[in-house]
């Protein structure tokens, strides 16, 4: 188990809905036989629907939720082991979708404080940390800013450097982007492509933005509960009809080259980006 | 714009007094208000003023904000300086209208206690000025500490007044918002009387209560997620040192109360 960060196995996750007199009315089935891997250094995408429990999923991976059934494994430790609890909040930080609702700190540099202040790190080195977090994400000169005044891409890079300063090995961001602009998802993705590629940290992304996946190393598709598809993105976007199937979209390009293979254009599978569409079209006379 | 407001009363300026340690301009604001109690006399009271403009001057804050302040207690006052004006009783009268008589020792009391209330704002409103409600926070989770050996959850509840002064301005923002939505589909928050007035914000405030439950909700998750557990084990990102401009402040203090003290004791 040496090379995985996360590890789950027949993970099963149900809410609970009482009635009035406290008794289990109803039990939804969230997470449903999971079982997943993800190596260190990888970059992976979690895509699903609504209500497909990529979220539930996601908060097993910071011990917020533990399972119900089967287990979770973050960096070897038991997430359901209460004296590792800490310790897996550490190795594997958590963003949330909605930027105003995790920010603490009433100054940026402040609240990229937070976490190593929480973990007792000496103040010297917490100054360090928030400086090379802050760069990190390319926010350093906002450092004296309240986060009130920024746009929701620079709340969300804020949200990240918070993580960054903790020094974790893993990074789950949960649906980091599903409330910004075009402009910001895509400062957002940016940032945490550079931070999967120089600082080596494993990410683990969960949307339903199409756009976001294709670069990643692995893509899970999840549906009612369950992984329904799991390949590189390459093999994921080949397979248009089963994505609609699970009420996912595919990027443009990869649609458009599907439609055309469909009425005879003889294109390779899997097309990613616009690029290689109009390489793959020149090829053809 | 909404989210331009200040909280507090902060006034930013480049000025001693704004550099001190939050806990020296606390204790001393309470020594100033203890001294106010102890003066007795016009020599008192005299250095009282002297202290007090000393401070005011070093503040580098605009007099008319200091005054501010004394409009809300303006009925007080006027309360106050009445009763003690006409219900004290003396030995020499020195007006008498009805029943209603003015005393020497009267208009002693009246004076000097409308002297002790406006020096008792005047003197918080030089702290509140001078200092962020950050620094006020930390400068008081620091001088409660103390009292958490008696279980007072001292750390609990300043992290609790900073979440506050965060999320005010997000709240007011999410009013604003909800509000004009609420007008656009035809709702009245200006019309009828305060009864009627009362009703209306009610469609205001079961959303804004909801939101500001589910903020809390997802913001207590993510403090979790980064290690949050209280404020056991925590390191400070920006502790609160004393350097050498605050033991001459705290010094300044002493000596102002030994004045106080030793002018009450001799006259």
Not at chain 1, 137 to 154: A, E, F, I, W
Not at chain 1, 204 to 214: D, F, G, K, P, S
Not at chain 1, 253 to 277: F, N, Q, S, W
Not at chain 2, 126 to 143: A, C, F, K, Q, S
Request: aromatic share 6%; proline share 4%; glycine share 6%.
């Amino acid at each position: 188990m040496k090379n995985e960060m996360v590890q789950a196995h027949g993970l099963v996750y149900e809410y609970k809905k009482y009635d009035e007199e406290g008794r289990e009315a109803d039990v939804t089935r969230a997470v449903d036989q999971v079982t997943l891997q993800v190596q260190k250094g990888d970059f992976v995408a979690i895509l699903g629907h609504n209500g497909s429990g990529k979220s539930t999923l996601a908060k097993h991976m910071n011990a917020i939720l533990t399972p119900t059934g089967g287990t979770m494994w973050v960096d070897g430790k038991d997430t359901r082991e209460e004296a590792h609890l800490w310790e897996i909040r550490q190795s594997a930080g958590m963003v949330f979708q909605n930027p105003d609702n995790q920010i603490i700190g009433t100054i940026v540099e402040e609240d990229v404080g937070f976490g190593p202040e929480n973990m007792g790190v000496p103040t010297k080195e917490i100054w360090e940390r928030v400086e090379e977090s802050l760069k990190a994400v390319n926010m350093l000169k906002y450092r004296h800013h309240s986060p009130n005044k920024l746009s929701g891409g620079q709340k969300q890079r804020v949200a990240i450097a918070g993580v960054v300063a903790m020094h974790p090995k893993c990074i789950v961001l949960d649906e980091p982007t599903a409330m910004l602009d075009p402009n910001g998802r895509k400062e957002v993705i940016r940032a945490v492509r550079a931070l999967n590629q120089v600082e080596e940290i494993t990410v683990i992304l969960i949307t339903h933005y199409m756009e976001e996946v294709i670069y990643a190393d692995k893509v899970v598709v999840m549906d009612r509960g369950k992984v329904v598809m799991e390949g590189t993105p390459r093999e994921i976007f080949s397979r248009v009809d089963k994505l609609k199937a699970y009420r996912l979209d595919v990027p443009q390009a990869t649609l458009l080259a599907y439609e055309l293979k469909k009425a005879g254009v003889d294109l390779p599978d899997g097309i990613l980006t616009r690029e290689e569409l109009v390489e793959a079209l020149c090829q053809l006379n | 714009m909404i989210r331009d407001i200040t909280l507090g009363q902060y006034y930013p300026a480049d000025s001693i007094l704004h550099k001190l340690d939050p806990r020296v301009k606390l204790s001393a604001t309470l020594a100033f208000i203890a001294a106010l109690f102890v003066a007795k006399g016009w020599p008192g009271y005299l250095a009282a003023t002297v202290f007090l403009a000393m401070v005011i001057k070093l503040s580098k804050v605009p007099f008319s904000f200091m005054v501010r302040g004394l409009k809300a207690i303006v009925m007080i006052l006027m309360i106050t300086v009445v009763f003690n004006l006409f219900l004290t009783p003396g030995d020499r009268i020195l007006v008498q209208i009805w029943k209603l008589r003015i005393t020497d020792v009267g208009l002693r009391t009246a004076v000097f206690m409308a002297i002790r209330l406006i020096y008792l704002i005047v003197g918080s409103s030089v702290m509140t000025l001078t200092t962020t409600p950050n620094d006020l926070t930390d400068g008081l989770e620091r001088l409660m500490g103390p009292l958490k050996k008696m279980r007072v959850p001292v750390h609990e509840v300043a992290m609790m007044m900073s979440i506050a002064l965060r999320f005010i301005p997000i709240l007011l923002e999410e009013t604003d918002k909800i509000m004009k939505a609420q007008i656009a589909r035809g709702a009245d928050f200006e019309n009828g009387n305060l009864m009627q007035k009362a009703k209306n914000l009610v469609p205001l405030l079961v959303p804004l209560f909801i939101s500001a439950f589910r903020r809390a909700n997802d913001l207590a998750m993510a403090m979790e997620a980064r290690c949050y557990h209280g404020g056991e084990g925590r390191t400070k990102m920006k502790p609160l040192m004393y350097v050498k401009r605050d033991y001459a402040a705290y010094g300044a203090v002493v000596l102002f109360l030994a004045v106080m003290i030793t002018l009450r004791i001799v006259l």
